[in-house]
C-alpha cells in the first residue's frame, strides 16, 4: 500500500469511528447535529469537493467528482447527516479498493517486465566503471557480471555463460551463450562474466523497444473503451438534468394540482438517482481489463502495441504465415550426403563446403558447419559465384562446381533428381556427377500443434506464404496441416495475396499476417494485425507488427488469442452487470423504491466488483 492510500485509510477509519459516535450520542439540536457531523463528512470528503469546485472551474462540471458533491450536500441540507457522511465514506472506500487494485496491476506488470538496467559496466585501466546506458556508443565493449542484467544489445567477444530470458520471453529455461553469440538486452547474467561489444544504442535496444509498446499500448484505445468514453461523456450530463426534473417537476405538478409539493420527498430521491448514476465502475473496470490483458500476455512473452489489437485479435478467422523463421526455425541443416561414382560421403561434403567457403549464404554456412573442420584457404582458388545457380572453384587443383539442378543443367551434365522435397545442393568433380547433398530448414518443433491450435481457436484458413521452391513449400505444408499453401512469391507477391484475401473476408472478420523477416514488413503493415517473431526477428518487422512473440513460438498466437477472448468477455461482462444494476436501481429510486443506502450499493459495490472481475485478466492461464 502506498503512502497516499495510507492517508486516505486513515481518515477512512478516524471518520468512521466518528460517524458511529455521533451517530449513538442523543443529540436533540439539529446546529449542534450539524457542526458534529460535519467535523466526519469534511475528514473523508474534502479533497472530493475540492475536485469538484475545481472541475467546474476547468469546464469539467459532470464528473463523479460533481455527482458525490451535490448528493451528499444536498443530503446533509435536508438533515439527512449519517446518509449524506455515509455516502461520502463509502466512496472513498470504494476509490481507495480501486486505487489499490490498479497499483496492484500495475505492479504485477511492472515486475514482469522489470528488465530496464539501471547501468552498464565499462573497464577503464582494470577498474569497472558504472555509467548510464544512454552514453554507451555502439562498438563499446561493456562487462556483465554474473547477476546483472544485460544492458545494451551486442555480441560477446569473451565469456561462457547463461542467461535467463524469461522476463522476454515468458520462458524459465536459460540459454547457454558464448563467444559470437548474439545477445539481446533485459536478459540476466546467470554464471560467467561476458564482454559484450555493443551493436546498438541504447535507445534501439530490445530492452528500450520492448518497454515503449508497454508503456505506450494505453494510447491505442479498444472499440469497448472508446464506447465507454463516448457513453460517459452523454450519460452523466443526462441523469443530472434527469435528477434536477425529478426534484423539480413532481413537486410543480403537485401544487399545480392543489396537492403538497413535498419538496424534501422529491430532492432525496433526486440525490439518491445522482449517487446510482456515478459511472465508475465502467469509467474505470473497462480500461483496467485491457490494462491486464496486456499485462497477462507479457508475462507470456507476448507483447500488444494496444487494447484495440487485443480486441481485435478475438476476431481472428484468417492467419498467414510465412514460411521461413516462422514456421521453420530459418536454420539449414545438412540431414543427407548422396555420393555418386566412386567418391566417398565424406569426401563429397568437404569438396563442397570448401568449395563454398567464401560465400555467406545461409546453405554455404550449413554445409561448413556439417563438414565441422576448419577451412584452409589455401586449399581453394578460383572461386566463382554465379547468382542464382551456385559457385565454382578450384580445390586441391581440381574443378569443384556445387549448385541447383540448373548449374548442372548450364554445365551439360546429367544428375540425379531427389525424391526427397527439400533443398538440393549438386556437386560436380572435374565436370562429371559426384552426388547431391540435402540440406533441410528444419520445422520448429510446435509449428503442426500450433496450426492445430488455431483452426481449434476458430480460425477459418490457415495460409502459408513463401518465396521457397513449391516441392519444399508443399511437403512444409502438407506436414504442418497448412490449409493452403503460396510458393515462389516475390514480397510483393506476398501484399498481392494477403489483398487478395482481405477483399474475399467478411466485414467483422479479422486477417492476422505472421513474420519475421525485413521482406515481411510491408506485409504485416497491410495485414489487418501483424504479428512479428521478435527474438531473432528484424527491426523493421518489429516496428510494422502490431503484436510481437518474444520467442518466436507460433503457438504463442493461439494463447493470444485465448488472451483476448477471455479479455472481452471480461469486458462485456462488466458492461451488462453494472448498466443493469444501474438501470434498475435508477428506475426504483425515482419511484421512491430504494434509500441511498442502495444508492451507495449501485455505485460503490457495482464498482468493486466489476474492479474485481477486471483483475482477472491478468490471470491468462484461466
Not at 36 to 44: A, E, N, S
Not at 93 to 118: C, H, W
Not at 172 to 201: A, F, M, Q, W, Y
Not at 494 to 510: C, F, I, P, W
Request: hydrophobic share 45%; charged share 20%.
Amino acid at each position: 500500500m502506498t503512502k497516499k492510500q495510507k492517508k486516505v485509510l486513515i481518515r477512512i477509519i478516524v471518520s468512521a469511528v466518528l460517524l458511529l459516535v455521533f451517530k449513538l450520542l442523543p443529540i436533540e439540536n439539529r446546529y449542534v447535529k450539524l457542526i458534529l457531523f460535519m467535523i466526519p463528512y469534511l475528514i473523508i470528503g474534502y479533497d472530493i469537493l475540492r475536485k469538484a469546485v475545481l472541475g467546474i472551474f476547468h469546464g469539467k462540471v459532470f464528473d463523479e467528482n460533481f455527482l458525490m458533491a451535490i448528493a451528499t450536500v444536498g443530503a446533509i441540507a435536508l438533515s439527512d447527516y449519517v446518509e449524506g457522511t455515509a455516502v461520502m465514506l463509502f466512496y472513498q472506500i470504494g476509490e481507495l479498493f480501486q486505487s489499490y487494485a490498479v497499483g496492484k496491476s500495475r505492479k504485477n506488470i511492472t515486475e514482469l517486465m522489470d528488465i530496464r538496467p539501471d547501468y552498464a559496466n565499462i573497464e577503464k585501466n582494470g577498474i569497472l566503471e558504472q555509467v548510464d546506458p544512454e552514453e554507451v556508443a555502439v562498438g563499446t565493449v561493456i562487462v556483465v557480471q554474473p547477476g546483472e542484467k544485460v544492458p545494451i544489445d551486442g555480441v560477446i567477444v569473451e565469456g561462457v555463460s547463461t542467461l535467463n530470458t524469461s522476463a522476454l520471453t515468458g520462458e524459465s529455461l536459460p540459454r547457454g551463450v558464448r563467444t559470437g553469440d548474439e545477445v539481446i538486452s533485459g536478459c540476466v547474467n546467470l554464471s560467467g562474466v561476458l564482454r559484450i561489444k555493443t551493436t546498438k544504442e541504447f535507445g534501439e535496444s530490445t530492452v528500450s523497444k520492448i518497454l515503449d509498446l508497454v508503456e505506450n499500448s494505453s494510447m491505442k484505445k479498444s472499440r469497448s473503451e472508446n464506447f465507454i468514453t463516448r457513453f460517459a461523456r452523454y450519460y452523466t450530463p443526462a441523469v443530472c438534468i434527469g435528477a434536477l426534473l425529478l426534484a423539480v417537476m413532481p413537486p410543480v405538478v403537485g401544487l399545480l394540482l392543489g396537492n403538497p409539493a413535498e419538496w424534501s420527498k422529491w430532492v432525496i430521491r433526486a440525490l439518491t438517482t445522482l449517487v446510482i448514476s456515478c459511472p465508475c465502475a465502467l469509467v474505470i473496470s473497462i480500461p483496467l481489463s485491457f490494462f491486464g490483458g496486456i499485462g497477462g500476455a507479457s508475462a507470456k512473452g507476448i507483447l500488444v502495441k494496444g487494447s484495440n489489437y487485443l480486441e481485435a485479435l478475438s476476431e481472428t478467422k484468417y492467419v498467414v504465415c510465412d514460411k521461413t523463421g516462422t514456421l521453420t526455425k530459418g536454420v539449414f541443416e545438412v540431414t543427407q550426403v548422396v555420393p555418386s561414382g566412386g567418391i566417398s560421403a565424406g569426401e563429397l561434403l568437404e569438396l563442397a563446403a570448401l568449395a563454398e567457403s567464401y560465400s555467406n549464404h545461409p546453405i554455404s554456412k550449413s554445409l561448413k558447419d556439417a563438414y565441422g573442420k576448419a577451412i584452409d584457404n589455401v586449399r581453394v582458388s578460383g572461386v566463382e559465384e554465379i547468382s542464382g545457380h551456385g559457385v565454382k572453384a578450384l580445390v586441391d587443383g581440381r574443378s569443384v562446381a556445387a549448385g541447383n539442378a540448373k548449374l548442372m543443367e548450364q554445365m551439360k551434365i546429367t544428375y540425379e533428381v531427389p525424391q526427397k522435397a527439400c533443398t538440393q545442393v549438386h556437386v560436380a568433380v572435374d565436370g562429371r556427377y559426384a552426388g547431391y547433398i540435402l540440406i533441410s530448414d528444419v520445422v520448429k518443433e510446435n509449428a503442426a500443434a500450433a496450426v492445430a491450435g488455431l483452426k481449434a481457436a476458430g480460425v477459418k484458413q490457415v495460409v502459408m506464404l513463401t518465396g521457397d521452391a513449391r516441392r519444399v513449400a508443399d511437403a512444409v505444408a502438407a506436414e504442418l496441416g497448412v490449409d493452403v499453401v503460396k510458393s515462389e512469391l516475390l514480397p510483393a507477391d506476398k501484399v498481392t495475396e494477403v489483398e487478395a484475401l482481405l477483399d474475399a473476408k467478411g466485414d467483422k472478420e479479422k486477417l492476422v499476417f505472421v513474420g519475421d523477416g525485413i521482406n515481411d514488413a510491408p506485409v504485416l503493415a497491410r495485414a489487418d494485425l501483424g504479428i512479428a517473431m521478435g527474438a531473432l526477428g528484424s527491426d523493421a518487422a518489429i516496428e510494422a507488427a502490431d503484436i510481437v512473440l518474444m520467442d518466436d513460438d507460433p503457438a504463442k498466437i493461439t494463447t493470444a488469442m485465448r488472451i483476448s477472448k477471455k479479455t472481452l468477455r471480461i469486458v462485456r461482462q462488466n458492461i451488462v452487470f453494472a448498466l443493469t444494476v444501474k438501470f434498475a436501481c435508477l428506475a426504483f429510486g425515482a419511484f421512491g423504491y430504494i434509500n441511498m443506502w442502495w444508492a451507495i450499493f449501485a455505485d460503490v459495490g457495482v464498482m468493486i466488483l466489476a474492479v474485481l472481475n477486471a483483475t482477472r485478466a491478468l490471470c491468462c492461464d484461466e
